[in-house]
């Protein structure tokens, strides 16, 4: 026989008062979880959902007069990770600094393509192959844009420009507002990019920086042009006895010149670009013709057009450089991606500048030389 024991009516309501309770959602927070997910995205760091430390000034809210507890070590809230201010110690440190880190923003897959050699000749394009191209380099590319007659295309190229100062020389100004190369390749989408560099850079000793530079500034063009054609160009000759006669710099020397030929095509097979080799289009015993430059720097208008005919008869194509080993594989396409912040671009060590003696009051890069156009 069970026996019954009437449950006290206290007890009933404070059951009752329980089972209606539901825990109650804390208000959105930059800590939650959905917030840790964009901010994850700010920071190498995976971001921890954590509560803020209570402030030991403040009395709680929930009991205004009770005293707030003291905590000596407030857990930190975490934040995006932010790049170190230079302290003086940093400052100090001998240029270049650290190379550039191993790993690319683009990883081009295994492809049948030799990057090694040049570009080879192709059946001549028009004008109009030029129309979604960005033309990037120093004066002489400059000169190419203004004097060739290609009218297509987009000139990011200007006076001094070198792969040192990317991130501190305006390329392009619309509306007022003054924009560096990697500003201006962020603002539109290309599918070809020519590079014109070397010459501005002869005058230092310090190759490797160079070299390092170059590559780094390939990076950078990819990040925000991932699926552009970047051309590398090798340098046209320079012609030493104009070089001479007109007061340029002693560095401006076929021999140095060659040697960072040498480099930029190192560079174009690692960071798998295709070739342009102007130097052999235009060399004749090694320099460039006397009648094809005012400075022996920058060409004539009639070489300008020369130096368009070679483009428009070397050309190559997205799919044919990057189309993988085995044909079945799809041929991926890359998102553009935040440029890398430019100013880890090594700067070559001021003392390795070569001395005043060699160098001349017309430097390289000067503006192109319109007298003979």
Excluded: W
Excluded at 140 to 154: A, N, P, Q, T, V
Excluded at 238 to 264: K, S
């Amino acid at each position: 026989m069970f026996s019954f024991r009437p449950i006290p009516l206290l007890c009933v309501t404070a059951l009752l008062f329980c089972a209606g309770c539901t825990p109650q959602q804390p208000p959105h927070s930059p800590f939650s979880p959905e917030a840790s997910v964009s901010q994850s995205t700010l920071s190498d760091e995976p971001s921890v959902p954590v509560m803020a430390p209570i402030n030991p000034s403040q009395p709680a809210a929930s009991e205004p007069d009770a005293p707030a507890p003291v905590s000596p070590d407030p857990v930190p809230i975490p934040s995006p990770q932010v790049k170190e201010p230079m302290t003086e110690s940093s400052a100090e440190q001998p240029n270049p600094p650290s190379p550039a880190p191993e790993s690319s923003p683009f990883v081009p897959i295994v492809s049948d393509y030799d990057f090694s050699q040049p570009v080879p000749e192709t059946t001549p394009v028009e004008n109009d192959f030029f129309a979604d191209a960005a033309f990037v380099g120093d004066s002489r590319m400059e000169g190419f844009y203004l004097y060739s007659g290609i009218k297509k295309g987009k000139k990011l190229a200007t006076t001094g420009l070198s792969v040192f100062n990317l991130s501190k020389k305006t390329v392009l100004t619309t509306g007022g507002v003054h924009y560096t190369l990697p500003e201006a390749l962020s603002l539109t989408q290309y599918k070809k990019i020519y590079l014109g560099f070397g010459v501005n850079e002869l005058g230092y000793i310090d190759e490797n920086s160079f070299y390092t530079a170059y590559c780094q500034t390939i990076d950078i063009i990819r990040s925000s042009q991932p699926n552009a054609v970047i051309y590398a160009q090798t340098m046209i000759p320079v012609n030493e006895e104009r070089v001479r006669a007109t007061g340029g710099a002693g560095h401006l020397n076929n021999d140095r010149l060659r040697m960072y030929n040498e480099l930029i095509r190192k560079a174009a097979q690692e960071k798998q670009v295709p070739l342009l080799d102007l130097y052999s289009a235009f060399a004749v015993d090694g320099s460039l013709p006397t009648e094809a430059s005012r400075d022996g720097v920058h060409l004539t208008g009639d070489y300008c057009k020369m130096q368009l005919s070679y483009l428009k008869t070397h050309t190559i194509d997205f799919d044919t450089l990057y189309s993988p080993a085995h044909p079945e594989t799809e041929v991926p396409r890359h998102e553009a991606t935040a440029a890398p912040d430019p100013t880890p671009l090594p700067e070559p060590d001021p003392d390795l500048l070569l001395s005043e003696a060699e160098q001349a009051p017309i430097p390289a890069g000067s503006a192109p030389d319109t007298s003979g156009f």
